[in-house]
């Protein structure tokens, strides 16, 4: 098993930690972005900007020939196209691991501040929430891409817990006014009286 690292503490960026993503891969990809300000984001890419050096050197040499580097899954944070200095990276955990017939399941590990663990499907990690993340990191090599890292989640500390609400009003920046109330009952009474014979 590949050697664990664990991030410093940073901001969890649209989590899917309960439930994997299943948008770009039906078997599901647990996933988020870790966004560190901009002195502690440029000291942890400098880090796996080291090992990338490291893997690459490593390629041309299996390799016999000099290979395109690929590179590290992270990102400038722009906000109305102004970069704020902060750095977002990407984990990401496979939910099927393995080939193909000899396939298991898996899943992040949550545990809170204290480290006590957490059952995923009683809680909803949401964007801001405060976290670390224990992670490896898989250097690899296609012929394409070239000579890259990608950032293994393994599990997550949940520091400061938002949980994800989904889409109500408040979530999408209305605020209460008066006027119409949606209601079970009325939704439930729609076809009530409607005569489909």
Same mark, same amino acid.
């Given at each position: #098993?590949?050697?664990?690292?664990?991030? =410093?503490?940073?901001?969890?960026?649209?989590?899917?930690?309960?439930?994997?993503?299943?948008?770009?891969?039906?078997?599901?990809?647990?996933?988020? &972005?870790?966004?560190?300000?901009?002195?502690?984001?440029?000291?942890? %890419?400098? #880090?796996?900007?080291?090992?990338?050096?490291?893997?690459?050197?490593?390629?041309?040499?299996?390799?016999?020939?000099?290979?395109?580097?690929?590179?590290? &899954?992270?990102?400038? /944070?722009?906000?109305?196209?102004?970069?704020?200095?902060? %750095?977002?990276?990407?984990?990401? #955990?496979?939910? %099927?691991?393995?080939?193909?017939?000899?396939?298991?399941?898996?899943?992040?590990? %949550?545990?809170?501040?204290?480290?006590?663990?957490?059952? =995923?499907?009683? /809680? &909803?990690?949401?964007?801001?929430?405060?976290?670390?993340?224990?992670?490896?990191?898989? =250097?690899?090599?296609?012929? #394409? /891409?070239?000579?890259?890292?990608?950032?293994?989640?393994?599990?997550?500390?949940?520091?400061?817990? /938002?949980?994800?609400?989904?889409?109500?009003?408040?979530?999408?920046?209305?605020?209460?006014?008066?006027?119409?109330?949606?209601?079970?009952?009325?939704?439930?009474?729609?076809?009530?009286?409607?005569?489909?014979?």
């Amino acid at each position: #098993m590949k050697k664990t690292h664990v991030t =410093p503490a940073g901001q969890a960026i649209w989590p899917k930690l309960s439930q994997p993503e299943t948008k770009f891969d039906a078997d599901g990809v647990y996933e988020t &972005s870790l966004r560190l300000d901009a002195e502690t984001g440029q000291k942890f %890419l400098s #880090m796996l900007e080291e090992k990338l050096e490291e893997h690459y050197a490593e390629e041309n040499k299996r390799q016999g020939k000099q290979v395109k580097k690929g590179g590290i &899954s992270y990102k400038h /944070v722009e906000v109305d196209g102004v970069a704020t200095g902060e %750095l977002d990276f990407k984990f990401k #955990m496979k939910a %099927l691991a393995g080939k193909k017939g000899q396939q298991w399941s898996q899943r992040p590990k %949550l545990v809170d501040a204290k480290g006590t663990p957490i059952d =995923p499907d009683k /809680v &909803s990690v949401g964007s801001g929430s405060k976290i670390k993340i224990s992670y490896s990191i898989y =250097p690899y090599y296609t012929a #394409m /891409v070239g000579a890259g890292l990608s950032l293994q989640l393994r599990a997550v500390q949940i520091i400061d817990l /938002v949980e994800y609400a989904g889409s109500d009003g408040k979530s999408l920046g209305f605020t209460e006014e008066e006027g119409f109330e949606f209601t079970k009952e009325a939704e439930d009474d729609t076809f009530a009286d409607a005569d489909f014979s």
